[in-house]
């Protein structure tokens, strides 16, 4: 009986060997001890600080605008001269051809006509009424374009007929000044009709910038030091190497070119003074560990 015993012993433990043995041929990683999970090896975290800074700060609504399109009887505007032949008239421009006030337009017996205004020659005609052979000069008049935009009611306390406003088309940057102001509310909106400071076609989008105070000595910070949750804004404050949260009051938020890189600023109201540092968590991952999370995926 109990050399039975034994023997079934021995052959479980003979099996049980055989199979541990095929195991670990097809998963040697199994028998092998893990190392401890350190999910931070390879893993930096610094932190970035930023110092609040004073200067002055524009304070500023922006809104997308357009020039004026699409009411011809606005801005063309038609010139003709009656009773012209070829010995008494000559167009000295072609259609396309910009002029600028004073430049000559055609010679009419023997002398030069010119406008008194920007414009566009868009169309040169010629018909015969009466017996009479007229010229019909069509121009674009760039004098009586502006920009037509569309600005929040709640702002109309603070934008009025003195409003500096930046007009940017394309790549430039222009001054103008508002030319009238709605007195209708649809939809939380007003319409605003402001001078365009330089030629341009109808339809031409633009972006206006109404400045509406300047503050001589006003705190801002990077935006990327202020995170927002919800409506509420917070900051990370280093103080005596202590890490506090604070919450903030902000307002403009604005950017500036610095050595040919634009710059993120938000200005600070309130929870921080001159001078705070602020930090921000920045992690970075060594070469080895990206290579070993690549692996592990």
Do not use: W
């Amino acid at each position: 009986m109990k050399r039975s015993i034994v023997l079934y012993v021995i052959l479980i433990g003979f099996f049980a060997a055989m199979v541990l043995g095929v195991v670990y041929l097809n998963n040697p990683a199994f028998f092998t001890p893990s190392k401890p999970n350190d999910d931070n090896s390879g893993v930096n975290i610094e932190l970035v600080k930023y110092s609040v800074s004073s200067g002055q700060i524009v304070h500023s609504y922006m809104v997308d605008g357009q020039v004026i399109s699409q009411r011809p009887e606005v801005y063309i505007d038609r010139v003709t001269v009656e009773n012209i032949t070829d010995d008494n008239f000559e167009m000295l421009r072609s259609k396309g051809e910009i002029l600028e006030p004073g430049e000559s337009l055609y010679v009419y017996k023997g002398v030069n006509r010119s406008l008194e205004f920007n414009a566009q020659v868009i169309g040169i005609g010629y018909c015969v009424e009466e017996s009479k052979r007229i010229a019909a000069i069509d121009l674009l008049n760039y004098d009586k374009l502006f920009i037509v935009a569309e600005i929040s009611a709640e702002q109309l306390s603070s934008i009025s007929y003195d409003t500096i406003v930046d007009v940017k088309i394309g790549s430039e940057t222009y001054s103008s000044s508002i030319i009238e102001i709605g007195y209708e509310i649809v939809d939380g909106q007003t319409g605003v009709c402001v001078k365009l400071p330089t030629t341009a076609l109808p339809g031409t989008v633009v972006k206006l910038q109404f400045i509406l105070d300047v503050v001589d000595k006003g705190l801002y910070v990077p935006a990327e030091a202020v995170y927002q949750d919800g409506d509420l804004y917070y900051a990370n404050v280093f103080v005596d190497g202590i890490v506090q949260q604070r919450q903030l009051m902000v307002g403009q938020f604005f950017s500036v070119v610095e050595e040919g890189i634009q710059r993120e600023y938000v200005e600070i109201l309130s929870g921080a003074k001159e001078n705070d540092v602020l930090v921000v968590e920045q992690v970075s991952i060594s070469g080895d560990r990206i290579k070993e999370l690549i692996e592990d995926d």
